[in-house]
């Protein structure tokens, strides 16, 4: 019985090795895809980030964008405004999300922005 026992309690603590193992490797990947991610967005767009306390794609999920238009970041947040004006019976916390929002993918559009003419200067100084 003891031996059963034993055998039992030996194939169980490598069952939950191996799934411990396998769940440590899946977030190294998942870091180092996040990390990759962060390198590609460069500097200037990390660093807006840290100092927004908003990340990029959680500001285009607030003002439901898809792609960063003016027009259309504009449209959203003005009706997001409106509608979450505490006069209105909306909601503080949730304007203050739409404001800082806004600000965050305004500040990615200055970025980007700056990035093209960057490159445009480059490309210029080439001929």
């Given at each position: 019985?003891a031996?059963?026992?034993a055998?039992?309690?030996?194939v169980?603590v490598?069952?939950?090795?191996?799934?411990?193992?396998?769940?440590?490797?899946?977030?190294?990947?998942?870091?180092?895809?996040?990390?990759?991610?962060?390198?590609?967005?460069?500097?200037?767009?990390?660093a807006?980030?840290?100092?927004?306390?908003?990340?990029?794609?959680?500001?285009?999920?607030i003002?439901?964008?898809?792609?960063l238009?003016?027009?259309?970041?504009?449209?959203?947040?003005?009706?997001?405004?409106?509608?979450?004006?505490?006069?209105?019976?909306?909601?503080f916390?949730?304007?203050?999300?739409?404001?800082?929002?806004?600000?965050?993918?305004d500040?990615?559009?200055?970025?980007?922005?700056?990035?093209?003419s960057?490159?445009?200067?480059?490309?210029?100084?080439?001929?």
């Amino acid at each position: 019985m003891a031996k059963y026992l034993a055998q039992i309690i030996v194939v169980g603590v490598q069952v939950v090795g191996r799934a411990f193992a396998r769940a440590l490797r899946q977030e190294f990947a998942a870091s180092r895809a996040a990390a990759d991610a962060r390198g590609r967005a460069g500097p200037q767009s990390a660093a807006a980030t840290s100092i927004s306390g908003i990340s990029l794609q959680e500001a285009q999920q607030i003002l439901n964008v898809s792609k960063l238009s003016p027009e259309e970041i504009q449209k959203n947040y003005d009706h997001l405004f409106k509608v979450n004006d505490k006069s209105v019976g909306g909601s503080f916390y949730l304007q203050s999300k739409v404001v800082r929002a806004k600000e965050r993918l305004d500040e990615e559009l200055r970025i980007m922005a700056q990035r093209q003419s960057e490159r445009e200067r480059s490309r210029s100084r080439r001929r």
